[in-house]
C-alpha cells in the first residue's frame, strides 16, 4: 500500500452511475500488461475453468468499482477481445465473491451488451461458462427478451426472433436457449411460435431474481477499439472520457 499510489485502475473511465456511486474503466492489456496479468491470476483464484494462454494485449479489461471518499474499489471485471473474435464480446467474466448476490455480475453482462449494440454487432460470450456464468447469463437473456416482448405486446405489435436479436444484441443461438429453457418457444412443423400471454411472462420473470441494474447509456462514453486512432479527426465520434 505503501509503494502502490493508484486510486483507480490505470486507464481512462467510460461510464458513471452518480445514485450507485459506481463507475467503469477500460483498461487496455497492451499499455498495462502486469496489472491486467495481475488482475486474471486474481479471477484464477475463484474460476476453476481459467487459463492463461495468452498474451494481455490482446485484450482490454473492463473494471467496475465502487467510490467512496478513498478512491474506487473493484467489484468485478469482464475482458473483451480488441478485435471481437468469433463474435464473443466477452472472454472472462468475474464478480468477487464478496459483491455478489447485488447484481454486479447482470450489470456487467448488460454493459457488454451495450458495447455490443454500439459496434452494431451482435454478441455472445466465450466459451465455456462456469456454472454460476452460465446461470446469470441465462438469467439476463430471459430478461432481456421478456422486457421486449412485454413492450411489443403493450403496442399490440408483432415480433420475430430477428426482432429480438436486433434490439438485444444477443446471438440467435442464445435467443433460442434462453427460450426453450423457461419454454416460451414452441416448434411445430418447422414454425416457431411464441407465448406471449403477459401473466405468464411476468411469473417468469419473478423467478428470474433480482432485476439487472439498468445501464445509464447517457453515462457510457465509448466506441470500439479500432476506431480510436482511425477517427480521431472526426468531432463527430463520441470519445472516451479522461479520468
Known sequence: MEKCTLVHPPGNQIYWDPERNLAMFEVDGYKNPTY???????????????????????????????????????????????????????????????????????LLISISYELSKIEKK?????????????????????????????????????????????NTAIKYEDVIDALEKVKLIKKVKNEIYFCTNKAHLDEIHKKLGQPTIPVLTENLRWFPF??????QDNKDQPRIAPV
Request: include cysteine.
Open 36 to 106: 491486467c496479468e495481475n488482475l486474471c491470476y486474481m479471477a484464477k483464484l475463484f474460476l476453476d475453468h481459467k487459463f492463461l494462454l495468452y498474451t494481455m494485449n490482446l485484450f482490454l479489461f473492463y473494471i467496475l468499482c465502487t467510490r467512496d471518499e478513498h478512491g474506487y474499489h473493484i467489484v468485478g471485471y469482464f475482458s473483451k477481445n480488441k478485435d471481437f473474435a468469433d463474435g464473443y464480446n466477452l472472454s472472462c467474466i468475474l464478480t468477487l465473491p464478496f459483491h455478489q448476490r447485488k447484481g454486479y455480475g447482470k
Open 122 to 166: 451482435v454478441g455472445t460470450p466465450e466459451k465455456p461458462l462456469s456454472d454460476l456464468g452460465k446461470q446469470t447469463y441465462l438469467s439476463f437473456w430471459t430478461e432481456k427478451i421478456i422486457d421486449y416482448i412485454k413492450v411489443l405486446i403493450t403496442r399490440g405489435e408483432t415480433f420475430t426472433i430477428q426482432d429480438i436479436i436486433d
Open 226 to 231: 479500432d476506431l480510436k486512432y482511425t477517427n
